[in-house]
């Protein structure tokens, strides 16, 4: 199984695609976004560094995310395969993680590009609520994505929240740290022959067929 990275904005659907392509292949799935959320929630030292960047829509320091990154892609679970949703998100974590790829024998794999427009990403931030317990995604004005009883996880039972970085205004600032440090991946992928682009189709089986089509050529 070919390795996964997910660049896309924020709000693309990297983490929704994600589940369903391990449920299909099995592959690892490493989201630096719950990684340091589970830091948050534990009141580590990378927790206390990060919660305060993310609420402001700022990107958390390269080193800590190598550090996240390097520990995690050497476990069991990711030993056939994995999916990077949400990093690299900068040219310096891209260029860190080619040589710790090297390290350790592994191959980049493919990039997937999603591409979604600036407002259909903010409105879907805005509508996004997650399950704390297990992390899953629900959206409130999606038929498809919404819990079977308004408000409560499906697998968990526990109540549904949104994320404290999906107002509007926080979005806004995630966003335009996408286009300054993230787009510049779009080159560095693409110059090296591995990218690939999808859309963000209205529904998510539709997303998926694409990605899956790519995945078995
Ligand atoms: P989304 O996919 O909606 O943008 P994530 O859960 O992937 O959200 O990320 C949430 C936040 O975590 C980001 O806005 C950023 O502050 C931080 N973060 C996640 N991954 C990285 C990364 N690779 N580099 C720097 N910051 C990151």
Redo the contacts with the bound molecule.
């Keep these: 199984m070919k390795n996964i990275i997910f660049l ?5 659907g ?2 929704t695609l994600s589940e369903m392509l391990v449920n299909k292949y099995g592959y690892g799935h490493i ?4 990684l ?2 589970e830091e948050i929630k534990n009141q580590t030292e990378i927790g206390k560094q ?1 919660e305060d ?2 609420k402001q ?6 080193d800590v ?1 190598i550090e996240l990154i390097s520990n995690r892609i050497t476990k069991p679970d990711c030993e056939n395969g994995y999916i990077l ?6 040219l310096v ?1 891209a260029e860190k993680y080619d040589e710790l790829l090297k390290e350790l024998g592994k191959d980049l794999g493919v990039v997937i590009y999603i591409n979604i427009d600036k407002e259909m990403a903010m409105k879907r ?1 805005c509508s996004r609520i997650t399950c704390p317990k297990c992390g899953k995604i629900y959206n409130k004005y999606s038929n498809e994505m919404k819990p079977k009883v308004e408000g409560i996880c499906d697998d968990c039972g526990v109540e549904l929240t949104q ?1 404290s ?2 107002s509007e205004e926080t979005f806004i600032k ?1 966003f335009d ?2 286009v300054n440090k993230t787009m510049p991946l779009f080159d560095y992928y693409k110059n090296k022959g591995v990218l690939k682009t999808i859309e963000a189709h209205e529904s998510k089986y539709d997303t998926f067929n694409d990605a899956v089509e790519i995945l078995e050529k």
């Design positions: 896309a904005p924020p709000a693309a990297k983490g989201s630096t976004g719950d340091l959320r990060a960047l993310m829509g700022k990107f958390v320091s390269d995310i949703d949400g990093f690299p998100r900068t974590q931030a994320r970085d999906d995630r740290e996408y």
